[in-house]
């Protein structure tokens, strides 16, 4: 029932898509049609960079008082958008983030459980070159597949959210060890509208944080 509904959801999205690519190519230029477009990218697809192309086309075309007062409350939406992050997804949208979410925090760990297998190897008593090497080689790969991961996700969301960044800042402190990035990224969760503060994710917490489940 659920890939039923998600089926005509997609139809009746792609069709109304299509409505209104025939609207702008028959009005060329008019506010309300891009307005339209632009609430469509805003609500269904969630495109906010193209939403904010369209509002600015439909700024530059001439528009009444009404559209103005459009323009302006789009605007206002797209902002709230940007400063709540994932709270302002829909059902769809916030089962597709936890799901990518997932997928980050499995090759974190897998990352992490990498690291402590090979230096485990490493402090063997009776330790073999090539023991060494095929632990080295598996942390590498790990590290690589979490990072095409992380890549990918953040790139879906292109805006920043807090929860997302702050395990990418971990993963650069723990796994790259690149304190440098991982401050940047915990500065720009918190500034997303991340619970925690950079005190809890760096300095005097470090140690308290190092305990705590990845995922919290």
Same mark, same amino acid.
Not at 128 to 148: H, P
Not at 172 to 183: F, G, K, N, T, Y
């Given at each position: 029932?659920?890939? =039923?509904? @998600?089926?005509?959801?997609?139809?009746?999205?792609?069709?109304?898509?299509? !409505? $209104?690519?025939?609207? +702008?190519?028959?009005? @060329?230029?008019?506010? %309300?049609?891009?307005?339209?477009?632009?609430?469509?990218?805003? @609500?269904?697809?969630?495109?906010?960079?193209?939403?904010?192309?369209? $509002?600015?086309?439909?700024?530059?075309?001439? #528009? /009444? +008082?009404?559209?103005?007062?459009?323009?302006?409350?789009?605007?206002?939406? !797209?902002? %709230?958008?940007?400063?709540? /992050?994932?709270?302002?997804? =829909?059902?769809?949208?916030? +089962?597709?983030?936890?799901?990518?979410?997932?997928?980050?925090?499995?090759?974190?760990?897998?990352?992490?459980?990498?690291?402590?297998?090979?230096?485990?190897?490493?402090?063997?008593?009776?330790?073999? $070159?090539?023991?060494?090497?095929?632990?080295?080689?598996?942390?590498?790969?790990?590290?690589?597949?979490?990072?095409?991961?992380?890549?990918?996700?953040? =790139?879906?969301? #292109?805006? /920043?959210?807090?929860? $997302? !960044?702050?395990?990418?800042?971990?993963?650069?402190?723990?796994?790259? @060890?690149?304190?440098?990035?991982?401050?940047?990224?915990?500065?720009?969760? +918190?500034?997303?509208?991340?619970?925690?503060?950079?005190?809890?994710?760096?300095? /005097?917490?470090?140690?308290?944080?190092?305990?705590? #489940? !990845?995922?919290?």
């Amino acid at each position: 029932a659920a890939a =039923d509904m @998600h089926s005509k959801w997609q139809c009746c999205s792609a069709f109304l898509l299509l !409505l $209104l690519q025939a609207g +702008v190519a028959r009005f @060329h230029g008019n506010p %309300s049609i891009l307005l339209l477009q632009a609430a469509y990218m805003i @609500h269904v697809i969630k495109d906010t960079r193209a939403a904010r192309t369209q $509002l600015q086309l439909a700024s530059s075309n001439l #528009p /009444g +008082v009404i559209e103005r007062y459009n323009i302006f409350k789009a605007l206002e939406e !797209l902002k %709230s958008i940007r400063e709540t /992050g994932d709270r302002g997804l =829909d059902l769809m949208a916030y +089962v597709e983030f936890q799901r990518n979410f997932r997928a980050c925090v499995k090759a974190h760990k897998a990352a992490l459980l990498a690291q402590r297998a090979f230096w485990r190897s490493v402090m063997r008593d009776n330790l073999k $070159l090539s023991d060494m090497l095929v632990a080295f080689r598996a942390m590498e790969a790990t590290e690589q597949t979490a990072i095409l991961v992380y890549k990918r996700v953040l =790139d879906r969301y #292109p805006q /920043g959210n807090g929860k $997302l !960044l702050k395990i990418w800042g971990r993963f650069q402190e723990w796994v790259l @060890h690149d304190p440098v990035r991982a401050s940047r990224s915990y500065a720009e969760a +918190v500034k997303r509208g991340l619970g925690d503060t950079m005190l809890n994710l760096l300095g /005097g917490k470090e140690v308290y944080m190092r305990r705590m #489940p !990845l995922w919290r």
